[in-house]
């Protein structure tokens, strides 16, 4: 894929990451007071709308991303340029990492899906931090384990659990962040993914998630209208799932 340049971000500003309510739960927990005082120096926040890219797969790593806001679409295409979404950051996660550690360009992109707010750490600043608290790398390098155990669990989801199920699990998760409750007092989930993209992470192809989505509104279990989804039996999809997974 072409190199290109970043999308300009929104806005610009700076968070402290002693307030931060994801930390606690990313690796930047390893963190002592010291080092925190550190971060808050080098790194730069960003804001970003749907849409914007925040790197582009190709492109040189200069330093990694730390997501306090908002959700993240992790987006890989093939030579031809084809593209597909394998997998969804959201805030406290850090992205951009393996490229940092293997010193290779970026092997994927990432676009916001929902205005985000990321805090970017340039190479030479993350070394630092490094360097003063090896702790960080351990819990990096525990990350990336836990990111080889996930992709293997997936491969042997896609074999072994039905697209339905897959998709009814996609639509779950996705209804932690992208749900209301509308005027009718029914739960709503305004997709940020288009039918092509919620294929690519099920794997499977578009044309199997349109008869799945069909079965679920003949089942009355869900009503799917252009990217806004009703769940309108929320024990019925729980119960699918859990007997599948």
Same mark, same amino acid.
């Given at each position: 894929?072409?190199?290109?340049?970043?999308?300009?971000?929104?806005?610009?500003?700076?968070?402290?990451?002693?307030?931060?309510?994801?930390?606690?739960?990313?690796?930047?927990? %390893?963190?002592?007071?010291?080092?925190?005082?550190?971060?808050?120096?080098?790194?730069?926040?960003?804001?970003?709308?749907?849409? %914007?890219?925040?790197?582009?797969?190709?492109?040189?790593?200069?330093?990694?991303?730390?997501? #306090?806001?908002?959700?993240?679409?992790?987006?890989?295409?093939?030579?031809?340029?084809?593209?597909?979404?394998?997998?969804?950051?959201?805030?406290? %996660?850090?992205?951009?990492?393996?490229?940092?550690?293997?010193?290779?360009?970026?092997?994927?992109?990432?676009?916001?899906?929902?205005?985000?707010?990321?805090?970017?750490?340039?190479?030479?600043?993350?070394?630092?931090?490094?360097?003063?608290?090896?702790?960080?790398?351990?819990?990096?390098?525990?990350?990336?384990?836990?990111?080889?155990?996930?992709?293997?669990?997936?491969?042997?989801?896609?074999?072994?659990?039905?697209?339905?199920?897959?998709?009814?699990?996609?639509?779950?998760?996705?209804?932690?962040?992208?749900?209301?409750?509308?005027?009718?007092?029914?739960?709503?989930?305004?997709?940020?993914?288009?039918?092509?993209?919620?294929?690519?992470?099920?794997?499977?192809?578009?044309?199997?998630?349109?008869?799945?989505?069909?079965?679920?509104?003949?089942?009355?279990?869900? #009503?799917?209208?252009?990217?806004?989804?009703?769940?309108?039996?929320? #024990?019925?999809?729980?119960?699918?799932? #859990?007997?599948?997974?």
């Amino acid at each position: 894929m072409a190199s290109k340049s970043t999308n300009r971000p929104a806005q610009r500003g700076s968070t402290s990451c002693f307030a931060c309510q994801n930390r606690s739960r990313s690796e930047w927990c %390893q963190l002592q007071p010291a080092d925190l005082v550190l971060l808050d120096q080098i790194k730069v926040c960003n804001s970003y709308r749907p849409g %914007q890219v925040i790197f582009y797969q190709g492109n040189p790593s200069l330093g990694i991303y730390c997501i #306090e806001d908002g959700t993240i679409a992790i987006r890989k295409s093939d030579a031809d340029g084809n593209s597909m979404i394998v997998r969804l950051a959201h805030p406290g %996660q850090t992205i951009g990492y393996r490229a940092y550690f293997s010193r290779e360009p970026y092997s994927a992109s990432a676009e916001a899906l929902s205005l985000t707010r990321i805090c970017f750490i340039e190479r030479t600043g993350v070394s630092r931090l490094l360097e003063h608290n090896p702790s960080l790398g351990l819990s990096f390098l525990k990350r990336m384990a836990d990111d080889l155990r996930q992709a293997e669990d997936s491969r042997l989801q896609a074999a072994a659990v039905p697209v339905r199920s897959r998709i009814i699990h996609l639509l779950l998760t996705l209804k932690e962040r992208f749900s209301e409750i509308d005027v009718h007092g029914k739960l709503t989930i305004h997709l940020p993914l288009a039918r092509q993209d919620i294929a690519s992470m099920v794997g499977t192809r578009p044309e199997t998630v349109a008869r799945a989505v069909r079965a679920l509104q003949d089942d009355g279990l869900a #009503e799917f209208r252009g990217r806004r989804v009703v769940l309108l039996n929320m #024990e019925a999809l729980l119960d699918e799932v #859990e007997a599948s997974y």
